[in-house]
Structures are given as C-alpha cells and as structure tokens.
C-alpha cells in the first residue's frame, strides 16, 4: 500500500472512472442526459477512507449496518453537511427509532410490520426520508424483499394507508444468476406501480443495471477497494 495520499487520489480517480463508465452507460442506452446516482458503498470501510470520497466532493453514501453507520457517520455528516446516507441492509423494527435521523434514503422496505412502525416513528420524529420496497426478485429463502407475487399490494399497502414516502424498488439479484432477468422484472413492477426510481447495480454489473433503468446504483468494491476482513 502507498502513503495516505495515493489513497486519496485512489479513491477519488475511482469515482471519476465510476462516473464516465455511468455516462458512457446511459449513452449506450439511449439515455443520454438521464439520471443515476451513484451510491458509494463504504460498509466495512473506516470513517478515513470515507472522508477521503467526501472530500473529492461525493455526495451519496450507503451502509448495511445500522450499528456501525451509527458509529461511524454522525461526525462525517456533521463535516460534511451535504453527504446523504442510503441504509442498504436489513432493518428491525427496534432500530427504526435510531435509523430515521441518521438515514436520507431507506432502501430496504419490505414488509407490513417494518412499515408500519415506519410510518409512526416517521409521525413521531417529523422526520420523513425516502423509501424504497426491497424485492426478493430471486425468491430466495434467506435473502430479504418482498416476493415480486406480493409486491404489488405491499406497494399499495405502504402508500395508501400508511403513506410512506415510496419512491422506488431495489433488488439484489442472487449471485449465481444473469443479473438482467431480475433487472428487468424489477423494472417492470415499478413501471405497473407508478414508481419511478430503481435501485440496482453494484460493482460487477452496474452497466446492465443502467441498461434495464438503474436511477441509483450501489458501487463498493470499484471505489474503496476491497473491504478489509
Ligand atoms: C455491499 C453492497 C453493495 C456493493 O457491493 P460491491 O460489489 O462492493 O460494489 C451493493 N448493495 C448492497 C445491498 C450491498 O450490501
């Protein structure tokens, strides 16, 4: 590893090639002008490496972990005025409490009772942060997401009654499998449901994500590098 400055030029010539590969994305989709924001994911990452994305001038952040987001970023927020914060990961019900100032963005709606206590906590704390519905677009058992079968009244679920601030889907394809089929089903149910922004892509396939849609996508490894074990 080099001194803490070639780090900083690491980081910050990863976000500028993360950028062009976006654009380039979008002009081969026949989206030219369109909009994505790229979501550097800094789980894992220390708050110096953080800071050092923060201080090229990037804007949107993601976490999975509410405890070490806690940890890590109401210093770098405080620093940083501008950064928002993406929660990528599972959240429980006990934590919605502590996630709502913390978090800009909550990408991991996905089921009635996390909703629910959303809804009055966001009552509580008049604190309203945009939401996504996670769908389980794999249908795998142990992965979270709402089962693409069941998307439809959840969606309603959350802005009828509970009017939660919905303004997308995101997905996590399974790993062994073409990323574009799960892409385009997620694609498909926000187009039926009205929503107009799709959270998906990570490091290795953020191209086709932008292909099939993508407004956000979530990029770790191609930024900080390799996250520590
Ligand atoms: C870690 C993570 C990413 C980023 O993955 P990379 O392969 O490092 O780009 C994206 N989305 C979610 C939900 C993650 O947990």
């Not at 690491?10 to 590969?21: E, G, P, Y």
């Not at 210093?75 to 914060?85: C, V, Y």
């Not at 019900?93 to 502590?98: G, L």
């Amino acid at each position: 590893m080099g001194s803490n400055l070639n780090v900083q030029t690491d980081i910050a010539a990863n976000l500028r090639k993360v950028h062009s590969a976006i654009v380039a994305a979008l002009e081969a989709a026949d989206r030219d002008g369109g909009e994505v924001d790229l979501v550097a994911v800094s789980k894992i990452h220390p708050a110096e490496r953080v800071r050092l994305a923060l201080e090229s001038g990037h804007r949107f952040f993601g976490e999975n972990r509410v405890q070490e987001a806690a940890a890590k970023w109401p210093a770098l927020k405080e620093e940083f005025p501008q950064a928002r914060l993406h929660l990528i990961g599972p959240l429980q019900t006990n934590k919605v409490r502590d996630v709502l100032p913390l978090f800009d963005v909550i990408e991991t709606v996905d089921r009635p009772k996390l909703a629910r206590t959303l809804a009055a906590e966001m009552s509580n704390q008049g604190r309203r942060p945009v939401c996504f519905v996670q769908v389980n677009t794999g249908e795998e058992g142990q992965k979270a997401g709402v089962l693409p079968s069941a998307a439809d009244a959840f969606i309603e679920e959350c802005r009828g009654d509970l009017e939660l601030p919905i303004a997308g889907l995101m997905c996590i394809p399974p790993v062994d499998e073409e990323p574009a089929m799960h892409f385009a089903l997620l694609a498909k149910i926000a187009a039926r449901n009205g929503l107009s922004r799709l959270s998906m892509g990570m490091s290795h396939d953020f191209e086709i994500a932008i292909a099939f849609g993508a407004t956000e996508v979530r990029v770790g490894t191609a930024i900080f590098g390799r996250r520590p074990t």
